[in-house]
């Protein structure tokens, strides 16, 4: 059985330079998750949402930032939403939403 990966990730508007940091137990499922929400038009995140809209899925790149325990989720994907500068308007960050 494999053991979903949990961690934090990015989505990164490869126009802009905007990234959205989010955090998830099983981060391939959330990929999933946020680009079908974006697809359909239905994402939470009206920013994402808008830019998506406009550059479409080609205009976007996720990848992993980091791998980590369940447990150091909230800490490390606040680490990287500050490193990383994140919040609007900067980047697509508009608190601290654990998923």
Known sequence: MTIPASGIYKITNIYSGKVYVGQSKNIFKRRMQHFSELERGTHKN?????????????????????????????????????????FAPHGYNQGWEPY
Do not use: H, M, P
Not at 52 to 79: D, H
């Open 46 to 86: 009206a920013a994402l949402q808008a830019d998506w809209n406009k550059n479409g899925g080609k205009g976007f790149r996720w990848e992993v930032i980091e791998y980590c325990s369940i447990e150091k989720l909230n800490e490390r994907e606040q680490y990287w939403i500050i490193t990383l500068n994140t």
